[in-house]
C-alpha cells in the first residue's frame, strides 16, 4: 500500500509540473500484451517464431512514449548505461535493460510510434526513486533509432539461433540466486544447496 501511495503520489507531482509547462500526461496502455514475429533460420531452415511481452504501462507526454515496468526493487549491481550488445545479451546484470529494449523492440515492430520517441524506464517500488531509471548513453538517456532497433533485432536474431543449435551444449546456470526467483525452477531440475 505505502507503494502504491508513493507512486501515486509522484504521478501527482509529475503532472502538476507538466501543468505548469501547458503539458500533460496521458495514460496510453495498462498491462498490455504485443507481440511480433521474428525470422530465424533453425538447421538452415527459415522458421518464424513469435517474442510478446506484456508492459506495464505506457504513458506519453511532451512528444515523448514512456514504456514503464514495474519492479519490487533494483540491484546495485544492475547496469543501466548501455555499452555493447555483447554485454546485453550475456551479462545478467544488463538484464532489466535486455528487457527495457525489448519492450522498445516490440513497440517499434507493432508501429506504436517513432523510435526517437521512446523512453523505456524502470520504476522500483521498495527502493523508490523519484525519477525513473532509465537506459543511458554517454551519461544521459538513450536516443532509440531506427538503426539501433535494427540492430538488437539482428543480435537477438543470432542469439536465439543459438539456443535453437542442437549441436551446441546447453549449460544451466551456476548461479542459484538467478535460479530461485527463476519461474520454471520446478521443472529445470537445478539441484539448489
Given at each position: 500500500?505505502v507503494?502504491?501511495?508513493k507512486?501515486?503520489?509522484?504521478d501527482?507531482?509529475?503532472?502538476?509540473?507538466?501543468q505548469?509547462?501547458?503539458q500533460?500526461?496521458?495514460?496510453n496502455?495498462?498491462?498490455?500484451?504485443f507481440s511480433?514475429p521474428l525470422?530465424?533460420n533453425?538447421?538452415n531452415t527459415?522458421?518464424s517464431i513469435?517474442?510478446?511481452?506484456?508492459?506495464?504501462?505506457?504513458d506519453?507526454?511532451e512528444?515523448?512514449?514512456?514504456?514503464?515496468?514495474?519492479?519490487s526493487?533494483i540491484?546495485t549491481?544492475d547496469?543501466f548505461p548501455?555499452?555493447?550488445?555483447?554485454?546485453?545479451?550475456?551479462n545478467?546484470?544488463?538484464?532489466k535493460?535486455?528487457?527495457?529494449?525489448?519492450y522498445?523492440?516490440?513497440?517499434h515492430?507493432?508501429?506504436f510510434?517513432?523510435p526517437?520517441?521512446?523512453?523505456?524506464c524502470?520504476i522500483?517500488?521498495?527502493?523508490f526513486l523519484?525519477e525513473p531509471?532509465?537506459?543511458?548513453?554517454?551519461?544521459?538517456?538513450?536516443i532509440?533509432t531506427e538503426e539501433f532497433l535494427?540492430d538488437?533485432?539482428?543480435?537477438l536474431r543470432?542469439f536465439i539461433e543459438?539456443?535453437?543449435?542442437q549441436?551446441k551444449?546447453?549449460?544451466?546456470?551456476e548461479?542459484?540466486d538467478?535460479h530461485?526467483?527463476?519461474?520454471f525452477?520446478?521443472i529445470c531440475?537445478?539441484?539448489?544447496k
Open positions: 500500500k507503494y502504491v501511495e507512486l501515486i503520489k509522484n501527482i507531482n509529475f503532472i502538476d509540473k507538466l505548469k509547462q501547458n500533460y500526461l496521458t495514460l496502455n495498462l498491462e498490455q500484451e511480433a525470422e530465424i533453425i538447421k527459415p522458421t513469435y517474442i510478446k511481452g506484456t508492459i506495464d504501462r505506457i506519453s507526454y512528444g515523448k512514449v514512456r514504456i514503464i515496468d514495474f519492479k526493487s540491484k549491481t547496469k548501455f555499452s555493447s550488445f555483447e554485454d546485453l545479451f550475456l545478467i546484470e544488463y538484464n535493460q535486455f528487457q527495457l529494449i525489448m522498445a523492440w516490440l513497440l515492430k507493432n508501429k510510434c517513432r526517437e520517441q521512446m523512453q523505456p524502470i522500483p517500488f521498495k527502493n523519484e531509471k532509465y537506459i543511458l548513453k554517454d551519461k544521459s538517456q538513450l532509440f535494427f538488437f533485432e539482428k543480435e543470432k543459438i539456443i535453437f543449435d549441436d551444449p546447453f549449460s544451466q546456470t548461479n542459484e538467478i530461485e526467483f527463476c519461474p525452477n520446478t531440475n537445478f539441484a539448489v
